[in-house]
């Protein structure tokens, strides 16, 4: 423990020193990012071929869902938005292609890497500024967490899975921690807050709790193991885990270290409603859960026994609990957490269910590790008045019909 | 804990007349696989467009490695074989794109999943063929696991770190764990051994000690969130975890239950080599290591400070620990290993590092949970004699030159 104490000092010290100079390392090829590769040897027979980028299987052909006028449907009525197919996701990880997107609208900037920059500035002892060659040789972190868009909500007039629960994506993030990042640049006493930027067209930018940044915040460059995708950031996302989607600034080009929230023109615009606003800097989302199989749009053939399948997850931490309602909400029994769940994640559930082939309403309710237990949708409107609630995390419940049809129970 | 054991009776008991009948589950539409779906409501406008599946930025163009006559760096002369690029990889998960092939030459059979069936018989009460929809009703697993090619290992004939190391890659696999299906079938007494058979043309099959198989072995159809890819199996294929890659038999169609190993012509064939059995039947693989940065093929461009990053895994278990010399053996220092490491999967390691400009030599070694270590290349001669070694997992020295190359330093 103390070589490592004394290894990380000494990186915090000459880290200062490299940080924001220009060290020499060559712009990257092309091929890589961040990489620092010299010309292959030319003795192997190096081919590239199809074999070099693999496709799916022609059968294989599960896309997002693109929404073009959808704004009764929470998505925005100026862009064309993508919600990801959370039925046809196996296992945990979204596949980058299929990550949802909500951009306003706005197409993903066509950012050259070796001409980007994050700029680190305002209440700090060193301005700061990284190439993505730099922020690469920094000690790196791995983290699994899901990121949700404030919208993604049951709403009684959708009619699918995915056009409510669509919005809601899990990737590997790979990245510098922004603590890291602020050490080096020195954090002047009275900074409580963090605005991060973004290099999109429309200049998103959003404020974050210096409180939340020292916990857990990521300055992310890989996504499932590559490089962010263009419309999830590329080179640089901000990753709050455990926060709304909007403060994920994706073309992060800039932090400034600040004491107050800047309350930016997407911070006042477009997140908060009439009088309602804590929607600006909300804590944590969730605890949430939905249950993808069965869900609206599908249609049972038979009665017969199923494996009830779903996804769990929470802003404040690990799903300790799902419990499966198949009555209407009369009675519930724990699902079955075929994996150890991970913190800010998403959590796979399941439960065996045999359908007698007569009417039926589904619903799944989570309870995450702080003890906080996801709300019935009564009980969310009943707390949070007619207004657009911060957090859509009450519970979805499904109506099966006795021909086997799945439905919004809303 | 009750309730569960109940549901888990239950199921099996359901389970067992539901496997093997025709249920009157619709074929795949073509757009999925294995989901129960009706068409979709008619009231939204869904367009599907260039965001449906989405793209890499065009800066990105990391590619696997394709060796057309690679003999002399272990990999099979007959067929084009694809290694991934462990230095480019950000994070655990490999992009399916990007996993390893190595197929012998065979193109990936072209399944169609509607068609495509799972046989179990031999030493079985009741021999079941299930469908893809079948199998996917199944309470399902998603863990993250490496496969590795047992000709992955450090050669002193190679230059680079993608030749040698390129046939390892992790991914979050997900679907039923073979125990489960073996008990709808009901294991006869005295079978020991199952003989997994694919639906490749060469009709690649393994022998897997009945042992292994009731411990953790997946029958899979999913891969990072989505269906396998056609290389890696689509659509099934068995995961044996920390078994070597030949054991992980894709485009699965067959599970046949005997009592004794069969001794498959590929079991003969193509991995046995002179007296030396040993590789016929191995146990887990590992403890590994490898440096990815630096590595060879790369060059450091100015002494200072790096961050020297690479990845530990194991096929008896999680990494424990992980050192790294960078003084040609002589001291050794614990790495730092940023995440929890996972059973059986990449474990990201991190080691502070000043280049003074100076010859350097730099290696890692694993220690796994099991108390298993990484042995050098010496001690890995001495013991499997001048043979090919079943598991290539010493030690991988990287020299640096004092103009920054790194090479092989077998």
Known sequence: MGSKRTARRRFLKEGAALAGLAVGVPSASGQTLGSVRAERPTDLTVARSLMAYGERARFVKTSRFVYEDAWDLHTDPNGKDA????????????????HYIQSHGNPPPDIDP??????????VDRPLVFTMDELMRFPAVSR????????????????????MHGMISCSEWNGVLLSVLLKEAGVR??????????????????????????????????????????????????????????YHVKWLRGIKVVDQPYMTYWEQSSYIKGENHQGAYSPAQGPKSVITFPSAGQRLPSRGFYTVKGFAWSG????????????????????????????????????????????????????????????????????????????????????VTNEGHVLNAL
């Not at 699994?144 to 056009?163: D, F, M, Q, S, V």
């Not at 799944?364 to 019935?376: A, L």
């Open 83 to 98: 919600h990801t197919v959370l039925d046809q996701q196996l296992g945990i990880i979204t596949p980058a292609p299929l």
């Open 189 to 246: 006493s009275g900074a409580s807050w963090i605005m991060a930027e973004g290099a999109d067209a429309t200049k998103h930018g959003k404020s974050v709790p210096m409180g939340k940044v020292m916990q857990d915040v990521l300055v992310a460059y890989g996504q499932n193991g590559e490089p962010v995708r263009p419309h999830q950031g590329y080179p640089l996302r901000l990753v709050v885990p455990g926060f709304e989607g909007k």
């Open 144 to 163: 699994i967490h899901y990121i949700e868009c404030i919208g993604n909500a049951p709403n009684p007039r959708a009619k699918t899975l995915e056009a």
């Open 316 to 399: 404040g931490g690990a799903v300790r609990r799902v419990e499966v309602s198949t009555d209407g909400g009369r009675t519930w029994n724990d699902a079955h957490l075929p994996e150890q769940p991970l913190r800010i994640a998403l959590t796979r559930f399941e439960f065996p269910w045999t359908w007698n082939g007569g009417e039926a309403v589904l619903q799944s309710r989570c309870t995450d590790d702080v003890g906080r237990v996801q709300p019935s949708a009564a009980d969310h409107a009943r707390f949070w008045g007619s207004h657009k609630a911060p957090h859509g995390n009450p519970i979805q419940p499904w109506r």
């Open 114 to 123: 070796t001409q980007h920059r994050l700029m680190i500035h305002g209440m």
